[in-house]
Each structure stands twice: as structure tokens, then as C-alpha cells.
């Protein structure tokens, strides 16, 4: 509840609800049964709890002017000073946050993207590098196996093999 003062809103007169919409203007019946006003508080989204601590409830208001219409209030008191928020505000609040999060993921996700990229090209390059190696290891080993063969092939010795038959 941190900067609850900085951003309270009084539900007195004609009050702005935190949309930046205009409501209705509250009058002697605001603190009847069938409608209440208080304090819409500086959080944003669903109230959890009124600035008093007790928990919040939703009611339905039973105004003329809102008929049905759904509000968060203290489940604790209907006086001034206690949390009051039209549902309606406190979804737009909500859709609007998880819009920035849903924004703040996709650059995020959109910057990991590339950073794979970057390292793919990266691990091509080396594959390639490995590639030649390869080929030149076996390229030598080949052309030490045919020394090796040739030179068994064609020894002078006292007795040599040549595919597979002795030679005097």
C-alpha cells in the first residue's frame, strides 16, 4: 500500500474513477444501502485488501443509476476512507498491466530470438571449421594407409608378401 495517500481518489461530488472516466455525482444517498462511495486507493487491478487491512468483497449496486453494476468495497465498512472501485475499472487496469507484461515478454522473448540466431550462425561456422579438419585427417590418413600399403607392396626384402603369395 505504498504511496496510498499520493494516489487516493475521494468519492466526493463528481468523482473520476482511475480509467479517467467521469462518474456519477454522489449525493446524501451515496451511503445508503443501495449505493456507497469511499476511496479507490492507489493499486491497480483487483483490490486485495482496503487501507484499513480487512479483506475486500464484491457487492452489486442497486442504484438507479448503476443498476447491477459490480463493485469492489471493504467487506470491514461502507464509511468514507474505506476501499470502493467499480470492477469495470479495476478489469481495465488488469487487461491494461498484462498488455505492458504481455509487450515487456514479447521484446524479451524477441531479443532471445536473435541472440539464438547470432549463436547458430556462429555454431554453422564452427561445424564448417570441424568439417575441413575432418577432411584433412582423413585425407592424411588415407594417404598414409596407401604409403604404408605400397611400401608393404613393393618391400625388396628377403621374403615379401605380395598379395598374399610369397616371393623369392
Same mark, same amino acid.
Given at each position: 500500500?505504498?504511496?496510498i495517500?499520493?494516489?487516493?481518489?475521494v468519492?466526493?461530488?463528481?468523482?473520476?474513477?482511475s &480509467? @479517467?472516466?467521469?462518474?456519477?455525482?454522489?449525493?446524501?444517498e451515496?451511503?445508503?444501502d443501495?449505493?456507497?462511495? @469511499?476511496?479507490?486507493?492507489?493499486?491497480?487491478?483487483y483490490?486485495?485488501?482496503?487501507?484499513c487491512?480487512?479483506?475486500?468483497?464484491i457487492?452489486? &449496486?442497486? &442504484?438507479?443509476?448503476?443498476?447491477?453494476?459490480?463493485?469492489?468495497?471493504?467487506?470491514?465498512?461502507?464509511?468514507? @476512507?474505506?476501499?470502493?472501485?467499480?470492477?469495470?475499472?479495476?478489469?481495465?487496469?488488469e487487461?491494461?498491466?498484462l498488455k505492458?507484461?504481455?509487450?515487456?515478454?514479447?521484446?524479451?522473448?524477441? #531479443?532471445?530470438?536473435?541472440? #539464438?540466431?547470432?549463436?547458430?550462425?556462429?555454431c554453422?561456422?564452427?561445424?564448417?571449421?570441424?568439417k575441413?579438419?575432418?577432411i584433412?585427417?582423413?585425407? @592424411?590418413?588415407?594417404i598414409?594407409?596407401?604409403v604404408?600399403?605400397?611400401e608393404?607392396?613393393f618391400?625388396?626384402g628377403? &621374403?615379401?608378401?605380395?598379395?598374399?603369395?610369397?616371393?623369392?
Amino acid at each position: 500500500m505504498k504511496n496510498i495517500e499520493k494516489n487516493k481518489k475521494v468519492c466526493r461530488g463528481t468523482a473520476q474513477t482511475s &480509467s @479517467g472516466s467521469k462518474s456519477e455525482e454522489f449525493g446524501p444517498e451515496c451511503m445508503s444501502d443501495s449505493y456507497s462511495c @469511499g476511496i479507490v486507493y492507489g493499486e491497480t487491478g483487483y483490490p486485495k485488501k482496503c487501507v484499513c487491512g480487512s479483506s475486500v468483497k464484491i457487492f452489486t &449496486s442497486k &442504484s438507479v443509476a448503476n443498476p447491477g453494476r459490480p463493485y469492489f468495497r471493504c467487506a470491514y465498512s461502507r464509511a468514507d @476512507g474505506h476501499l470502493f472501485k467499480w470492477v469495470e475499472d479495476g478489469t481495465y487496469e488488469e487487461v491494461n498491466e498484462l498488455k505492458v507484461e504481455g509487450m515487456f515478454l514479447i521484446d524479451d522473448l524477441k #531479443l532471445q530470438i536473435e541472440n #539464438l540466431k547470432e549463436e547458430v550462425e556462429g555454431c554453422k561456422k564452427e561445424m564448417k571449421k570441424f568439417k575441413r579438419k575432418i577432411i584433412l585427417i582423413f585425407g @592424411g590418413l588415407c594417404i598414409v594407409a596407401i604409403v604404408v600399403f605400397c611400401e608393404k607392396m613393393f618391400d625388396q626384402g628377403e &621374403s615379401s608378401l605380395v598379395f598374399g603369395r610369397k616371393t623369392m
